[in-house]
T-cell receptor
Framework: SQTIHQWPATLVQPVGSPLSLECTVE??????LYWYRQAAGRGLQLLFY??????ISSEVPQNLSASRPQDRQFILSSKKLLLSDSGFYLC??????????????FGQGTRLTVV | GIQVEQSPPDLILQEGANSTLRCNFS?????LQWFHQNPWGQLINLFY???GTKQNGRLSATTVATERYSLLYISSSQTTDSGVYFC???????????FGRGTSLIVHP
């Protein structure tokens, strides 16, 4: 069966420090991968998505970047964190299919606090 | 892009009560999902329901794609049902889920 791993679970980082959050998927090949952020107020905002190695699409211009160095690995990074980067970050995957009928599954999330 | 609106934003119930959560979407969709976010933040898949009705224990969901809405029914609510319920749907021609703002449910014993 497929599983998704995301770490760390919690992170406290000072302003101006770098960031690297990692997400890996097991049990499937060639998945669509996503990074979402949930700030206060509950809504989930799509940050990045990827349909393949090295292919990254950004939805919102910001202080963050994403990379997909391997088929089932998705990394969220920042060179210098801002206070506004605090939030709950969720990685997700879905099967790539031409029909677009695909169910998304989420990791356990990383709670980032920038101080 | 697609707009996904959920109602009510907040709901408080006594244990044993029934409830209906609604999700309206502004465009045609290829799929629709309902999630439960537990107190630890994890998103649990409840239903994948592009159309029709599905049931899983005390929960059921109905999506009427032609009228652009979906309903989540919770019967005989329990305290463990507390949390935030999200629906998510992609814009037409996309596979990327767009989320509503959720319904926060509190079930009191």
């Amino acid at each position: 069966s497929q599983t998704i791993h995301q770490w760390p679970a919690t992170l406290v980082q000072p302003v101006g420090s770098p960031l690297s959050l990692e997400c890996t998927v097991e049990g499937t090949s060639n998945p669509n991968l996503y990074w979402y952020r949930q700030a206060a107020g509950r809504g989930l905002q799509l940050l990045f998505y990827s349909v393949g190695i090295g292919q990254i699409s950004s939805e919102v211009p910001q202080n963050l970047s994403a990379s997909r160095p391997q088929d089932r690995q998705f990394i969220l990074s920042s060179k210098k964190l801002l206070l506004s980067d605090s939030g709950f970050y969720l990685c997700a995957w879905s099967v790539r299919t031409v029909s677009l009928n695909t169910e998304a599954f989420f990791g356990q999330g990383t709670r980032l606090t920038v101080v | 892009g697609i707009q996904v609106e959920q109602s009510p934003p907040d709901l408080i119930l006594q244990e044993g009560a029934n409830s209906t959560l609604r999700c309206n979407f502004s465009d045609s969709v290829n799929n629709l999902q309902w999630f439960h976010q537990n107190p630890w933040g994890q998103l649990i898949n409840l239903f994948y329901i592009p159309s029709g009705t599905k049931q899983n224990g005390r929960l059921s969901a109905t999506t009427v794609a032609t009228e652009r809405y979906s309903l989540l029914y919770i019967s005989s609510s329990q305290t463990t049902d507390s949390g935030v319920y999200f629906c998510a749907a992609p814009s037409g021609g996309s596979y990327i889920p767009t989320f509503g703002r959720g319904t926060s449910l509190i079930v009191h014993p």
